[in-house]
């Protein structure tokens, strides 16, 4: 069974070698996604930069959002954008771990210790399309890291949104108010829980803001929100 396994890779490879999800250059290794060096170019955050700033001050205005963790900076026509898009489009699940490990880095380095990971919900109907929720994707990838907890059933959403592709923070808050929902069922206690929403890309944050504010009523202690990364309410996402 083994040279029978192993032949069955070496023709799936020929058919099918792993390409990078950014330049499409071979892979030598077949369990990457991407080359070292596309991810080495993906720009990084601290908590120094202005767009981490902006974006961290307006999710704490809202009073439900207590800090912020993103580890890059979306841009366009770079290869993030390259790789969220095959997380969200050609059913590479495994994109989402992959960022998801980034994002586990990021938490570590800032010392925060969540007691549960949500990521935001999809509508049903979107991910009966999809297959998966990406954000989820993203979650456990934190998770396979960290060994945290992922609550993906926590909140739902019963909203099906529009897209918020050139909304303003306020046109999107409008959006997705009530857009989700706390389900009631036999969940663990949330008080004195550092609650931590998980998303793959935040703009302006109004649909996290919007789970933290349900989480909040729930009983969440604190919520931070997490994501892969953040861009500039211009980005057209």
């Not at 071979?26 to 996604?33: A, N, P």
């Not at 990406?134 to 979650?139: G, H, I, K, L, S």
């Not at 302006?204 to 349900?214: D, F, K, P």
Request: hydrophobic fraction near 45%.
């Amino acid at each position: 069974m083994g040279i029978i396994t192993s032949a069955f890779r070496t023709l799936v490879d020929f058919v099918y070698p792993p390409l990078c999800l950014s330049c499409n250059r071979l892979l030598e290794d077949e369990s990457d996604l991407c080359c070292a060096e596309c991810l080495s170019e993906i720009p990084r955050l601290s908590s120094e930069h202005p767009l981490f700033i902006a974006s961290r001050d307006r999710m704490r205005s809202s009073g439900v959002v207590d800090d912020l963790v993103s580890a890059f900076v979306f841009e366009k026509t770079g290869g993030l954008q390259k790789i969220i898009h095959a997380l969200k489009y050609q059913n590479i699940e495994a994109a989402g771990t992959m960022l998801g490990h980034f994002i586990e880095k990021e938490i570590a380095a800032r010392c925060i210790v969540p007691s549960l990971l949500v990521p935001v919900p999809l509508h049903a109907a979107k991910q009966r399309d999809r297959g998966y929720n990406q954000a989820e994707a993203v979650a456990r990838g934190i998770a396979e890291k960290a060994g945290w907890q992922v609550d993906a059933e926590l909140l739902k959403r019963v909203k099906n949104t529009r897209t918020q592709t050139k909304l303003s923070f306020e046109q999107r808050q409008k959006n997705v108010s009530s857009a989700f929902v706390f389900r009631d069922r036999n969940v663990p206690d949330l008080h004195d829980a550092t609650v931590m929403v998980v998303d793959d890309v935040i703009t302006t944050g109004a649909t996290i803001v919007e789970c933290a504010r349900v989480l909040k009523e729930a009983g969440a202690t604190r919520v931070v929100a997490a994501s892969v990364a953040l861009a500039a309410k211009d980005s057209d996402l």
